[in-house]
Every structure is written in structure tokens, then in C-alpha cells.
């Protein structure tokens, strides 16, 4: 899930904020770190020179935000201010874990990042891939992953993807998306009649460990040649009932002819997860075998 943003705009993903998303259950989010648009006056330009010019690091953690896109429209502040509240959570509740999905937008360096999880405090959650996690992997799947309690034990709750510039020798907890994560089609143009399932990042054609089912969709309005995207509203969701349980269980059905009955989705994004009766945490427990 995109983290929310502010009602009425063209860039809205979720109209809850991140503790209510965590509070509702949701423990996968989709996260873009962008650049801050450039300040106004001549002095902010001269402060930001020569911090970057005596720092070791490209970024600090005022200059990796939370945006969707561009900074332009919407601009939720800092990374390392939204990480407060991730870790806040996985603090107050010992045997849940979570999962980021970063788009690096400004194809930022990991030294960039990093302090944001040093100075939240969650650093400390993350999960690190062992020696042996990797022991019998080939072409990009393989890898030897904890089960969820081991996760608990060790008190590593926290995955971290991103989906550029990752540098594992680096920051070992930020893990290349590409390098263990398949997504099927993300750009679905609205009206959508059927929800696609084929490979669509990479487009190698090789499997991976973990797949990501994007149940989304957009309005396109083209000018001039060029394609403009932006998310559908929570109203046209709701009215052509995107999110109803019969639209996940049709694209899950499309899903099951392509990959197998037996291949697991482990993550299910989907914009406006409160909008369809929620029908999301359905899906997700029968995906489980959880009964209610």
C-alpha cells in the first residue's frame, strides 16, 4: 500500500494514515522516496552546498521524502518522520512484521537512506540475509527464507526492497527488489475489464522467490503525444467496484491459469483498501487458509 496522502489531489493512493493502515492490518506498503523540490531562496541554496560538500553522505534525512512521484503535488515530509511510526509499531507489538517496497524515484545512493533508518530507530528491526540464505539459490530464486517465526525470534521484522541502487555490501538490510521479486502489470488504464497476471518486472522471463499482485488501476489522459497517469479516485473504485471480493477472486482465477494453482501471490497491493467492503483481508485469509 502507498502510504496516504492528502484527500482531493490527483496523486491520493490511500485515504487512511499509516497507524490506522496498521491498526486495520495491512503489513506490506509501497513506499516512493523522492527529492525534495529545490528551496526558494538564495541562503537555502548555499546551506544545502556546503552540507553536501562536508558530508560523507549525498543526502540527509530532511532531503529523502515521501512523495508520490514528484514532491510538487504532495510532499509528506521526511522518510526518516513515517519510519517513526513503523517503528513505533513494531515496538508496542513484538510478533508482527512488515515489509517496504521502495521506489527510489531520485535514484538515490543507500548512504542516502540509511540514516533515516540509523535515526528512527528501526534500523534495528531489519532483516539481514545469512550466509546460508543464499546456499542453494540459482537464477534469482532458491533462497533459504525464514519462516515468519524465525523472524519473530530473531526480532528481524522489518524487509526492506528497493527497487534501485541497492548495495548490499553497503546497507545489507536494503535488498534489490528485482534480484528476489516478481510484480505482474501495474499500469492497468481504466475502464479495466480484466486484471492482467503475466510477468511484467523484470521482463526476463525467470522466476523469483516472492510475487506481488497489483490490483490497481489509472485514468490516462494523453497531451501532445505523451501518456499522463494518475490513480483512480476512491469513487471510481467503489463504482465500478475494483475492490469488490468478486474482482480480487477474477484476477486471482486469471492469476491461477498463468502461474499455477499452487503459486502463492505474498503481496496483494491495492489502492483504497478500505473502499469494497475490505474485501482485501478476505482474500488474504483464504490465500492463508485462515478461518475467521
Request: charged share 20%; glycine share 4%; with cysteine.
Amino acid at each position: 500500500m502507498h502510504p496516504a496522502l492528502q484527500p482531493s489531489l490527483p496523486v491520493l493512493n490511500q485515504e487512511r494514515t499509516i497507524k490506522e493502515q496498521l491498526n486495520d492490518g495491512i503489513r506490506a506498503f509501497m513506499l516512493d522516496v523522492v527529492k525534495p523540490s529545490p528551496e526558494e531562496t538564495l541562503w537555502d541554496r548555499v546551506e544545502i552546498f556546503f552540507r553536501n560538500l562536508f558530508s560523507s553522505n549525498k543526502a540527509t534525512d530532511d532531503q529523502v521524502h515521501l512523495c508520490h512521484g514528484s514532491c510538487d503535488l504532495i510532499d509528506k515530509g521526511p522518510l526518516a518522520d513515517t519510519l517513526v511510526v513503523f517503528r513505533e509499531f513494531l515496538d508496542a507489538n513484538p510478533t508482527e512484521v512488515i515489509t517496504f517496497i521502495i521506489e527510489n524515484v531520485s535514484g538515490f545512493h543507500v548512504n542516502d537512506l540509511k540514516p533515516s533508518f540509523v535515526h528512527s530507530g528501526i534500523e534495528k528491526y531489519a532483516f539481514v540475509p545469512t550466509p546460508t540464505f543464499s546456499a542453494n539459490a540459482t537464477n534469482h530464486s532458491g533462497y533459504h527464507w525464514p519462516t515468519l517465526g524465525q523472524m519473530i525470534s530473531d526480532n528481524q521484522r522489518l524487509v526492506v526492497f528497493i527497487d534501485s541502487n541497492a548495495q548490499t555490501d553497503v546497507v545489507p538490510y536494503i535488498l534489490p527488489e528485482w534480484e528476489y521479486v516478481v510484480e505482474i502489470p501495474y499500469s492497468n488504464i481504466h475502464p479495466i475489464k480484466e486484471f492482467p497476471c503475466n510477468q511484467d518486472r523484470p521482463r526476463d522471463g525467470m522466476p523469483r522467490d516472492l510475487l506481488v499482485l497489483n490490483h490497481f488501476g489509472y485514468n490516462r489522459l494523453t497531451v501532445a503525444g505523451k501518456n499522463i497517469d494518475t490513480p483512480l479516485t476512491s469513487s471510481q473504485v467503489q463504482e465500478n467496484k475494483y475492490n469488490s471480493l468478486g474482482s480480487l477472486q477474477a484476477h486471482l482465477s486469471t492469476c491461477a491459469n498463468i502461474w499455477g494453482e499452487s503459486r502463492v501471490f505474498n503481496f496483494i497491493t491495492l489502492d483504497y483498501y478500505d473502499v469494497g467492503n475490505r474485501s482485501i483481508f478476505d482474500i488474504v485469509d483464504k490465500i492463508n487458509r485462515v478461518s475467521k
